[in-house]
C-alpha cells in the first residue's frame, strides 16, 4: 500500500519535473534566436512540452525509455553490490552496512532517482543548447535544408526551413534570408514537405 502511495506521490512531482526540463529546453533553444518562447506558448504546449519531446525523434524515445529502465533496476543492483567499494566510489555511496535492508534500499532509490534527474536535465538542457547551436550556425552558413514549403491564404507560398512550431505559431527562415519569420498558424493554408528516406528505408 506504501509503495502504491509513494508511486501516486512521485508521478506528479515528476512530470511537473519534466515540464520545467521541457520550458528549460525551449528556452535555451530559441534564447539563441533572441526569442523568449513563453511570450508564443500557451498552457497545453507547456504541459505536452514533455511528450512533445520524448516523441520527436524515435532515437530520443530509446534513449528515454534505456535511461528509465536502467535508472528504474539501478536500487537493486546497488543493493545487491552495496559492499562493493568500486559501486560506492562510482556513485559516491555511503556505507549502508549499519542500515536494514529496508533503509538501505529507500536510499538506493533516492540516490538512483537523484541521479536519473540530473541525466534528464543535463539532456535536456544539452539538447537544447546544442540544437539551437547548430540550427543557427547552419542558417548562417547557408546550410539549412529548405525543404518545406508553405502555402498561406492568400495565396502565396515560400520555401521555408521550418525551425519549430507550437500549438500557435510556425517558426522558420525563407530561403535567402537570415531572418525568423514567427508566423501564426491561422495564417498558413498548409505546409509541404519533401518526402525523404528516413533510417529504415536505407
Do not use: C, W
Not at 524515445?61 to 528504474?72: A, G, K, P, R, T
Not at 542558417?139 to 492568400?154: E, F, G, L, P
Amino acid at each position: 500500500m506504501k509503495f502504491s502511495e509513494d508511486i501516486q506521490t512521485l508521478l506528479p512531482l515528476g512530470y511537473l519535473y519534466l515540464i520545467i526540463l521541457g520550458i528549460l529546453k525551449e528556452s535555451f533553444f530559441y534564447y539563441q534566436f533572441g526569442i523568449n518562447i513563453l511570450k508564443y506558448s500557451t498552457i497545453m504546449d507547456i504541459l505536452i512540452s514533455p511528450i512533445a519531446e520524448f516523441t520527436s525523434n524515435p532515437i530520443t524515445l530509446i534513449l528515454i525509455i534505456v535511461l528509465f529502465s536502467f535508472h528504474f533496476y539501478l536500487p537493486k543492483l546497488l543493493l545487491k553490490h552495496r559492499g562493493n567499494k568500486t559501486v560506492q566510489k562510482t556513485f559516491e555511496l555511503k556505507s549502508t552496512t549499519e542500515l536494514s535492508q529496508q533503509e538501505a534500499k529507500n536510499y538506493y532509490n533516492l540516490i538512483s532517482f537523484k541521479i536519473f534527474a540530473i541525466v534528464l536535465l543535463s539532456l535536456f538542457m544539452g539538447t537544447g543548447i546544442g540544437s539551437g547551436y547548430f540550427t543557427l550556425k547552419n542558417i548562417k552558413n547557408n546550410k539549412a535544408k529548405y525543404d518545406y514549403r508553405v502555402s498561406y491564404n492568400t495565396g502565396e507560398s515560400e520555401q521555408i526551413y521550418l525551425i519549430g512550431s507550437n500549438s500557435m505559431y510556425y517558426f522558420y527562415t525563407i530561403k535567402g534570408s537570415k531572418n525568423m519569420k514567427i508566423v501564426p498558424i491561422a495564417a498558413v493554408k498548409s505546409i509541404e514537405k519533401n518526402i525523404k528516406g528516413g533510417f529504415l528505408s536505407q
